[in-house]
């Protein structure tokens, strides 16, 4: 048997010069046109067991769509991938695909895998440019649904809702809908306007309605939602925005940063642009702890606003969490990475800014609960890294307030909400719930996958509830 070498790698996705791309927020990617995109199509042999759709936590029709990218029909393999997801675009441009459908590509034994996630952005983004809408609507049943958070599990919960018939309203805590897609991702990964927006508008108009500045636990509680304002069901996906610090000394110095504040106010607020009303600090020299996608996104965040940049992680590169992709884009736009490291203080001024971060060196020892090496400290190596901004990047918890205000809701011991995989069903009637909110800080196509799943779980208990 003769194995074409040309189908053996990826058709390559043009990107921005990482020189030119480090001054400036435009998007990094910039996608297939319809000849690349067919050309990599039909690199997929149209597997009969499809491992890549078991891959999906969404479970998109990968090889139906695929084959008709084949053909050239791009609305319908729009409508292939709408079946199963409410946000395409947004899933082509942030899912970890290497480890999830590209991981299992049977293409990928020899050579490289197909690229499912630059094909499904490809077909998202010509849909949006063509004027193409998911398919309809079936008749409403007469059932109100409240979701509560416009972040991906919130999004996807309610599209799948109105999809089924059922009348859903999302309540938004911020200002814009979006969730951590509007306020976590920054505009170089994830385009505001021309992707997030337009995403959102299908599935308003899917029929969902989405109130903004509504507080869930302030302005109302979810007893009211059930109790006084008629919703049937309850689905919770506020996600996981309590930001975690190491509680070293000199944490309280001006100019430390969560990341989490940092991204929201660099992407919500628009504080990149010197003309904001909420402007950011435009730090010189600016260390990132923490080794995730969001420790990307900061540390690439910080270098465009002007800044030498340090990613400072306690491992090594292999121990990463951060996707590859996004190591290699931050590593060609010219940040430092400082591996094997581990702040022990923050120093500050006698005014009291940063200054700079003591750090020590370490080693890879035995493995932990987790399975990576434990890193321990390496005697006698302490040393300073010049810095005026640490950005602390160590992951987010749900924030208690929602679940501290509604009665008979269960949580755990890291005050993440308690509920079933399956169908996202908590301790408290008729109230479910899924993503960040539930495991903690994830990735947005697993919230996809707890939406869908919460979506489910409600359809059954209301028409058990029903009949």
Not at 57 to 86: C, H, L, R
Not at 410 to 417: F, G, L, V
Not at 440 to 464: C, S
Request: glycine share 12%.
């Amino acid at each position: 048997m003769v194995i074409r070498m040309d189908v053996l790698k990826k058709v390559p996705v043009r990107e921005q010069d990482a020189k030119v791309r480090a001054a400036n927020f435009g998007e990094v990617c910039l996608g297939y046109n319809k000849e690349e995109a067919m050309e990599e199509a039909n690199r997929c042999i149209n597997c009969k067991n499809a491992q890549c759709v078991k891959g999906c936590p969404v479970a998109i029709n990968i090889p139906g769509f695929i084959e008709k990218v084949k053909d050239g029909d791009i609305e319908a393999a729009y409508q292939v991938i709408s079946e199963a997801s409410a946000l395409p675009a947004v899933c082509g441009r942030v899912c970890p695909q290497e480890s999830q459908c590209e991981g299992k590509c049977i293409r990928g034994i020899k050579g490289e895998p197909v690229s499912i996630g630059k094909l499904e952005r490809f077909v998202a983004d010509w849909a949006r440019e063509n004027g193409i809408k998911p398919a309809g609507v079936k008749e409403k049943n007469g059932k109100k649904v409240a979701v509560i958070g416009s972040g991906p599990a919130g999004l996807t919960c309610a599209g799948d809702l109105a999809k089924m018939g059922y009348e859903v309203t999302v309540f938004e805590a911020l200002h814009e809908a979006g969730g951590v897609l509007v306020y976590g991702i920054p505009e170089f990964r994830l385009p505001k306007e021309d992707v997030v927006a337009k995403e959102i508008e299908n599935v308003k108009a899917l029929g969902v309605k989405i109130e903004t500045n509504v507080v869930v636990g302030k302005s109302v509680t979810v007893d009211e939602l059930m109790e006084e304002e008629g919703f049937d069901a309850v689905f919770i996906g506020s996600g996981a925005g309590l930001p975690k610090f190491m509680g070293i000394p000199g944490e309280q110095a001006n100019g430390v940063f969560s990341a989490n504040e940092y991204l929201t106010r660099s992407n919500l607020m628009k504080a990149f642009d010197e003309k904001s009303p909420t402007p950011i600090m435009r730090g010189k020299k600016v260390a990132v702890v923490g080794g995730g996608n969001v420790a990307m996104d900061a540390a690439r965040t910080a270098l465009r606003l002007g800044a030498e940049v340090h990613i400072v992680y306690r491992r090594s590169e292999e121990e990463l969490p951060a996707r590859v992709e996004e190591v290699h884009h931050a590593k060609e736009e010219g940040i430092i990475f400082d591996l094997l490291t581990n702040p022990v203080e923050i120093l500050a001024d006698e005014n009291g800014w940063v200054c700079g971060m003591t750090c020590v060196k370490m080693e890879l020892g035995e493995p932990d609960e987790s399975g990576r090496r434990r890193p321990v400290v390496k005697p006698g190596s302490e040393f300073v890294i010049e810095a005026d901004t640490v950005i602390m990047s160590l992951g987010t918890s749900p924030n208690p307030l929602i679940s501290s205000t509604t009665s008979g809701l269960e949580t755990n011991k890291w005050k993440c909400i308690v509920a079933d995989e399956e169908f996202g069903k908590t301790t408290k009637e008729g109230v479910f719930a899924g993503g960040d909110a539930v495991t903690g800080a994830a990735t947005v196509i697993l919230a996809m996958g707890a939406g869908k799943a919460g979506a489910k779980g409600i359809d059954e208990y209301l028409r058990n509830r029903q009949s």
